[in-house]
């Protein structure tokens, strides 16, 4: 059984930091492309940031870049947004998907999807 589970959201002030963590069980984890999604209220899901299984991360969003960085450690089969200068904008669920594919950054091209989990930035 495929399984994505996020972890690490909550609510923090702006300005503050957050670590989020996306656990994956069932797949070919070091094989696979890892990305960091988010929907904010009201809004469409918009793509983050993605990394590929070597570790070496793409393109951020503009509006996240030089404060957010994603990760991973295939030995745990796990990926990691740490979240810094957090703004009230940031205030989404945050989902991390998985993908066979190359840096992709359209949600349809991820197959695997975990159920998210909410950040809330007060101002």
């Known amino acids: 059984q495929v399984q994505l589970v996020e972890s690490g959201g909550g609510l923090v002030q702006a300005g503050g930091s957050l670590r989020l963590s996306c656990t994956a069980s069932?797949?070919?984890?070091?094989?696979?492309?890892m990305a960091w999604f988010r929907q904010p209220p009201g809004k469409e899901r918009e793509f983050v940031v993605h990394?590929?299984?070597?570790?070496?991360?793409?393109d951020y969003a503009d509006s996240v870049k030089g404060r957010f960085t994603i990760s991973r450690d295939n030995a745990k089969n796990t990926v990691y947004l740490q979240m810094n200068s957090l703004k009230p904008e940031d205030t989404a669920d945050y989902y991390c998907?998985?993908?066979?594919?190359?840096?992709?950054?359209?949600?349809?091209?991820?197959?695997?999807w975990g159920q998210g989990t909410q950040v809330t930035v007060s101002s």
């Open positions: 998907a998985a993908t066979s594919s190359r840096w992709v950054s359209s949600g349809t091209r991820y197959t695997y």
């Open positions: 990394i590929n299984n070597n570790g070496i991360s793409g």
């Open positions: 069932g797949l070919p984890f070091s094989r696979l492309t």
